[in-house]
């Protein structure tokens, strides 16, 4: 049976990027394959944990192009070599443009480490994320995943998975917290949730074809 052929797209160390090849080789993800890693970042660590799973890896550096319109096109260029199916965006730290993600509708997805709508959106990223949690005095906090469309952290969620905020948590604390005990459960459940649906989908559209025919 066809699979889903993913492109994971990572910046820095890669550890969500970690959480799905180790899914995979557990055969929790069955309905898809990682196809490629493309790097935001010629220094990644994630790049080193593709190599080793064995993944072809591709850079593709924003400061390499002089528009997004370009950058954008490169990485299109890649997509469709590589018959990508699915994008997973995993600590991905560059913008996409509208009209990049209205070429991937129901077809890019993201994890962001927060409950959604609470501490997303513009600026927030990284430890930001985490600082502003623990500034507001939240004891939950957590993270998701959504489909990606043109608003930044605006899409559709998919899977969320609370975490509780302890007295005295420093934003690198809880960002571990939150990695360890959300971000790495729900990528995975979330990516084998997605390829089945888009499996699906394509089976329902074969059928039809060969009834109107
Ligand atoms: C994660 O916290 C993810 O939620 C966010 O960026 C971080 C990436 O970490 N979007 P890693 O590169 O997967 O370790």
Known sequence: MKKIRIAVLVSGGGTNLQALINAFKKGMIKNGTIELVI???????????????????????RKGYSTQLLF????????????IDLIVLAGFMCILS??????????????????IPSFCGK???????????????????????????????????????AVGVRCGD??????????????????PLAVEEVCSVLIEEEKKRKEREWYLT
């Open 39 to 61: 790097s935001s970042n010629k220094n990644a660590y994630a790049i080193q944990r593709a190599e080793k799973a064995g993944i072809p890896t591709c850079v593709v550096e």
């Open 72 to 83: 954008e096109n490169a990485l299109d260029n890649l997509l469709s070599y590589g018959r």
């Open 123 to 161: 600026g927030f990223y990284g430890l930001r994320v985490h600082e502003a949690a623990i500034e507001r005095g939240v004891k939950l906090t957590g993270a998701t995943v959504h489909y990606v469309n043109e608003i930044p952290d605006g899409g559709e969620i998919i899977i969320q998975k």
């Open 170 to 187: 420093t934003p690198e604390i809880l960002q571990k917290r939150v990695m360890r005990q959300a971000e790495w459960k729900i990528l």
């Open 98 to 115: 509208k009209e990049f993600t209205l070429r991937y509708p129901k077809r890019i997805i993201n994890i962001h480490p927060s409950l």
